[in-house]
């Protein structure tokens, strides 16, 4: 069983900046890409961000890219999301998940199959 648990949330005026965390149980976390989803109250989880497994690929929503980057440090078994420029829009639940096929970054929800409880971020304006 995989267990992801984020961390770093907060409250942060608009144009601040957050660092979120994800750390996952387990030997195999360097083995499946890992993405990045949010749910603000009231509508649909949508993706945020995604990284292959060593790293070297990543995909943005549109609505992200340029302020958000997505990392991840195997050996720590963690994946980041450096936010940016931050938005009042951008305030959401934020929930890290492993990808259900290992070597697939995509930004469907239902390619994903392991999530994390979820970390507020409130971005004030």
């Known amino acids: 069983q995989v267990q992801l648990v984020e961390s770093g949330g907060g409250l942060v005026q608009a144009g601040g900046s957050l660092r979120l965390s994800c750390v996952a149980s387990?030997?195999?976390?360097?083995?499946?890409?890992m993405g990045w989803f949010r749910q603000a109250r009231g509508k649909e989880r949508e993706f945020v961000a995604a990284?292959?497994?060593?790293?070297?690929?990543?995909i943005y929503a549109d609505s992200v890219k340029g302020r958000f980057t997505i990392s991840r440090d195997n050996a720590k078994n963690t994946v980041y999301l450096q936010m940016n420029s931050l938005k009042p829009e951008d305030t959401a639940v934020y929930y890290c998940?492993?990808?259900?096929?290992?070597?697939?970054?995509?930004?469907?929800?239902?390619?994903?199959?392991?999530w994390g409880q979820g970390t507020q971020v409130t971005v004030s304006s």
């Open positions: 998940a492993r990808a259900a096929v290992a070597y697939a970054i995509d930004a469907s929800a239902a390619s994903y199959d392991y």
């Open positions: 387990g030997r195999t976390f360097s083995s499946y890409a």
């Open positions: 990284i292959s497994r060593n790293g070297a690929y990543t």
